[in-house]
């Protein structure tokens, strides 16, 4: 699709909805879900039998069907798959055709959904109503409203009066919530024109969902898709409306965005045609914001609070939010600079290369632009760094804290191009695009902690974490910083760009 669809006389299409659930995957989505609601049940008995009270029928039912480990361990996985299949079977010419623009099109598929949905959203209330069977039953709410069995109902009993209500409402975010994934997922993979970034994006969202759920901050709160999928989130969270705020949110936020994104794709540009740059920059901006959005609330000094926020990935054991950030962070431009890379080798750019009669000095100068790129975009985050951290302590900012943001700066500019080096050595080494996406692979398994050999990886060093635990880690004062990081990345890129530039020369950078 590029810019508006227009319908065609005589296009006949048939937009299919698949079948809610084929067979053999609800059989496993059922067993899957009686599982998790049986250990949430003997979870919740054994909780109450050691305070010294009996749990009511509302107590299992709302604690078994609003588990947040069912939703985000099991319902968002399989929900993964539906939406991916259905969008793959929709992502066709003669369906297309048929809406007016793309904005149209994803919004389709969160309707489309709907069928399957509601068996998603319905069945974990189904078990919820059978796990409570053999216990007191009463039209109201039971010792719950009490906080002794589970500590999240009050927030909830207070806003609905009577559980059946909450069961409804509970029912109706779910599927209001897996609606709302569905149609970002399609949209990404209509905007960038490849219906596999939906890939990408469900994959994405299933991981920011798990990881909201386990963290707290404004962030998760209010951008976490178990907030708004469970009632008792969004009291707890304390969303605005209570736990009716999914609805209010999702109805207000979904209609301004399809009429925007509607509007911008019928009088603005495309998306591929954006600068890479402006996109890599708030793309790395909203991360560093995301992240202290995340950092606990009991405000700290500015050196422990630097560090929390570029402490990234150590050397030994892991903390997935840290993990996932530091490799946002790199990759981004790192894949930005590889992908012009790429256009550069298959376009008309390659006649510059034969007119050089060097390959390797074409590359070198390709290398230096992206050295000045990755300079510049290290320095940057480093200031939004000390930014983020002003505003949440609004306090003057110290020399320490600088010197911290901008030794980091410069290891994240470092780690930046080491990365988009390997990126190229992997496409030159395989002669194929797919050989970046190899070294890609490579690269994140190269960023996990490792234990001692990760002080030595090319990837992972773009962390305060690393960069202090060699001396003293708990004193992030300029004192604490070590320079081996810094040292590992210019050794790596010392290596890896003069292999890279010898295999240039004796492939003349053809990939096919």
Excluded: K
Aim: charged share 10%; glycine share 10%.
């Amino acid at each position: 699709m590029t810019g508006v669809i227009e319908a065609r006389a005589g296009a006949t299409a048939v937009v299919r909805a698949p079948r809610a659930m084929p067979p053999l995957l609800g059989v496993v989505y059922i067993a899957g879900a009686v599982g998790f609601s049986s250990f949430e049940r003997s979870a919740l008995v054994e909780l109450a039998e050691s305070g010294g009270t009996t749990p009511t029928y509302w107590d299992l039912v709302m604690g078994t069907s609003g588990s947040g480990y069912l939703l985000c361990y099991w319902v968002l996985p399989i929900a993964t798959w539906c939406m991916l299949r259905q969008i793959r079977n929709n992502a066709r010419p003669e369906v297309l055709i048929r809406y007016a623009t793309r904005t149209d099109w994803a919004t389709a598929q969160g309707r489309l959904a709907l069928p399957w949905i509601a068996v998603l959203a319905a069945i974990p209330v189904g078990l919820g109503l059978l796990a409570g069977a053999g216990y007191p039953v009463s039209w109201g709410w039971g010792s719950a409203a009490s906080g002794r069995v589970l500590e999240e109902l009050p927030a909830l009993t207070s806003s609905v009066p009577v559980p059946g209500l909450a069961l409804a409402l509970q029912v109706v975010t779910t599927g209001a919530t897996l609606a709302a994934l569905t149609i970002i997922c399609a949209a990404v993979a209509a905007m960038v024109d490849r219906p596999r970034a939906a890939v990408g994006a469900a994959l994405a969202l299933l991981l920011w969902g798990i990881v909201s759920f386990r963290t707290n901050g404004w962030v998760p709160t209010f951008l976490g898709p178990p907030t708004y999928a469970l009632p008792v989130l969004a009291a707890v969270r304390g969303v605005p409306f209570g736990p009716w705020g999914a609805l209010v949110i999702l109805a207000a936020v979904g209609a301004l965005s399809h009429r925007l994104a509607r509007r911008l794709e019928v009088r603005w540009t495309r998306l591929g045609d954006v600068p890479a740059g402006p996109v890599v920059l708030m793309s790395g901006a909203l991360v560093l914001i995301g992240l202290v959005g995340m950092l606990p609330t009991d405000d700290g000094d500015y050196g422990s609070l630097t560090l929390m926020l570029l402490q990234g990935v150590g050397t030994d054991g892991v903390s997935l939010l840290p993990y996932l950030a530091n490799t946002i962070l790199v990759l981004v431009p790192a894949i930005a600079l590889h992908r012009d890379l790429v256009a550069a080798l298959t376009g008309r750019h390659y006649a510059e290369m034969v007119r050089l009669a060097s390959p390797s000095r074409w590359y070198g100068r390709h290398l230096r632009a992206a050295a000045l790129l990755c300079t510049g975009y290290g320095l940057a985050m480093a200031a939004v760094a000390v930014v983020a951290v002003f505003v949440r302590l609004r306090e003057p900012v110290t020399a320490d804290v600088l010197i911290l943001a901008g030794y980091w700066g410069l290891a994240l500019a470092a780690q930046c191009l080491v990365v988009a080096v390997i990126l190229a050595l992997g496409t030159v080494l395989a002669r194929r695009v797919e050989g970046g996406a190899y070294a890609l692979a490579g690269a994140l398994v190269l960023a996990w902690p490792l234990g001692a050999i990760s002080r030595w990886t090319p990837t992972g060093q773009a962390s305060l974490a690393r960069a202090t635990d060699l001396s003293n880690p708990t004193s992030p004062t300029i004192q604490s910083l070590h320079p081996q990081p810094l040292l590992v990345l210019i050794a790596w890129l010392i290596l890896l760009t003069a292999t890279t530039l010898l295999l240039f020369n004796r492939t003349r950078g053809e990939i096919h």
